[in-house]
């Protein structure tokens, strides 16, 4: 009993989980838990969708109560329902006005007690020409045990005023139950209220207008589902056909030896990847340790030849990328490797005489730019060039050593101190040490500027290389339960494939009642996929 008034595009929320709801029951015959766990993912964002709900009826039926424990209950449910009590309260025997477009879903409360009179009928009737989805719903059960006898009586009344097509779902409800329920954790209280059902019965039942985006993601996951549904009963139906011929022994020794072959790509298979992340890690690893010591090696000419310690900031932003291109690059080609190992690792479990994929899905991976990583390393600090003030003091220094020292000697010959010979010492010397410093203080600075260098690039290789491996761990988990999903299928369907064969060749009869099933499925499969493309349109 879907409540479904709007046209079908569908954009409506019923029909859709109408759509999910049989594609998980079709995957659930074939034993996809994946996809299962997919479509229950489709039916969440569903669930979640944007629903208002206005509770309206005669004064004193209980809508208030009943918004207020909808609204506690909605919880997990359905967590995109607003609820809104009756905007404008009707006064009794006046009728109110809903604006139009302003409920997804409108619930109609009546007193468990009576059945409709005149003025709830004409509200009904009024609410219905609206076109908005419409539930009624039977309020405070729990002081009407015979509601049953209420709600026959409601359903004819409807019927006899022409109200009834499509059927007005009449819902039992309790908000004191529930309430109840909810203080004393007491399970069964909560279901009696009639609450929950209530909330599950919005969720998937009643027609609500979903976004095209929404609608077409969920879409999206129907048709991928049946997609590899009917590739997997598919490869099956083939496979009875193909073994359709010979007697049932020799069926059955043929299912037992595909059963074994895929036991023992399902050993290759696993030494491939083990293997080849082995040499994936290496490879790349080495990749990496080659381009940072291309730049390392730039650097350190670059200092050598150009002085860069002078524009030290920008020499540290060409630096810094140079690095982050160098790792980009080994980023770039550590995807396309995984790629390939993805595909090697594909073809053993395959099995194809061709080295071909064919029949397994490759899966996606990819890896992040190592942004993040490349972020936390500092700006190299500029080395100290030793500066014109301390060239000069040390400069003076020497010329005083050289003033003292000749002076010296010369007084030992009789002459004063500061004598023509002491001076021209002094001055000699102090231009001697100027010239020396400044050669000194230069080299000294290369050097520095080079430690500083290989400092941030033992800085890089570490934090990048750590993110490299990282990344790489998470590309092998990737793989491996990719594979081992494809794998534990195919060694499934193989495996039950032999008991097939067994039972028929005990019985001593053809596997045409599995045929059969499998016709049928691909049959619904077919139609289920004309739902999800042609209305999408
Ligand atoms: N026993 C019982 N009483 C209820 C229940 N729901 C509501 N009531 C009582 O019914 C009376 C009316 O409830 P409201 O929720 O205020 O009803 P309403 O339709 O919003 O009323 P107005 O806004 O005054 O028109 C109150 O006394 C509630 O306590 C229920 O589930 N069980
Ligand atoms: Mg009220």
Redesign the pocket.
């Known amino acids: 009993m879907s409540v479904t008034m709007q046209p079908s595009a569908l954009t409506n929320s019923a029909e859709l989980v109408g759509l999910v709801d049989q594609a998980a029951r079709l995957a659930e015959l074939a034993g996809r838990a994946d996809l299962t766990e997919r479509l229950t993912q489709s039916r969440g964002r569903l669930a979640a969708r944007r629903m208002r709900v206005v509770v309206v ?1 005669a ?8 918004t207020h424990v909808l609204e506690q209950a909605a919880g997990e449910r359905v967590p995109g329902a607003s609820f809104s ?1 009756a905007p404008g ?1 009707a006064a009794a025997g006046q009728m109110w006005v809903l604006e139009p477009g302003a409920a997804d879903a409108v619930l109609f ?1 009546s007193d468990a007690d009576q059945e409709y009179n005149a003025w709830e009928l004409e509200a009904i009737a009024r609410i219905r020409a609206q076109g908005t989805a419409l539930a009624g719903i039977l ?2 059960i ?2 009407q045990p015979r509601w049953g006898e209420v709600q026959r009586a409601n359903r004819q009344r409807l019927q006899a005023e022409n109200l009834d097509s499509p059927s007005v779902p009449l819902l039992p ?5 529930l309430q109840a329920g909810q203080q004393r954790g007491d399970d069964s209280l909560i279901a009696a209220s009639g609450v929950p059902q209530l909330l599950d019965f919005l969720r998937d039942r009643v027609g609500t207008r979903v976004e095209l985006r929404l609608r077409d993601a969920v879409l999206a996951d129907v048709r991928a589902v049946s997609d590899q549904l009917a590739r997997d009963w598919n490869t099956e139906l083939d496979g009875l056909n193909a073994h359709a011929g010979g007697s049932p022994l020799d069926r059955q020794s043929r299912a037992v030896a595909e059963l074994d072959r895929r036991q023992q790509l399902s050993a290759s298979w696993q030494v491939a990847l083990g293997d080849g992340t082995t040499e994936l890690v290496s490879q790349v690893d080495f990749d990496l340790r080659e381009r940072l010591r291309e730049v390392l090696e730039q650097a350190e000419e670059d200092i050598e030849n150009r002085d860069p310690v002078r524009n030290w900031t920008r020499f540290d932003s060409s630096l810094r990328e140079s690095v982050e291109e160098a790792t980009r690059a080994n980023f770039a080609l550590a995807g396309q490797r995984s790629e390939r190992l993805a595909e090697q690792v594909a073809a053993k479990l395959a099995g194809n005489p061709d080295g071909s994929t064919a029949g397994v899905k490759l899966p996606s991976v990819w890896l992040q730019n190592p942004d993040d990583a490349m972020s936390r390393i500092t700006p190299m600090r500029a080395p100290e060039n030793g500066g014109m003030f301390a060239r000069v003091v040390n400069s003076l220094r020497g010329s005083y050593g050289g003033v003292l020292m000749v002076g010296l000697l010369t007084g030992l010959a009789g002459l004063q101190l500061i004598s023509v010979y002491s001076v021209s010492a002094g001055l000699l010397l102090g231009v001697f040490t100027f010239w020396e410093d400044r050669k000194n203080g230069r080299e000294r600075a290369k050097a520095e500027a080079k430690m500083a260098v290989a400092k941030l690039m033992d800085n890089v290789n570490f934090r990048v290389g750590d993110e490299l491996r990282t990344q790489l761990r998470t590309v092998h988990r990737t793989l491996r339960d990719h594979f081992t999903g494809i794998n534990d299928q195919r060694l499934r369907t193989a495996a039950d494939a032999v008991r097939a064969a067994v039972d028929a060749a005990a019985r001593g009869e053809r596997p045409d009642a599995r045929l059969a099933e499998l016709q049928n499925n691909l049959a619904e499969l077919r139609q289920l996929r004309v739902h999800t493309t042609v209305s999408a349109r």
């Open positions: 009826g004064p004193g039926q209980g809508a208030t109560a009943l009590d309260r409360v309020t405070k729990d002081t409800v309790s908000a004191a139950l």
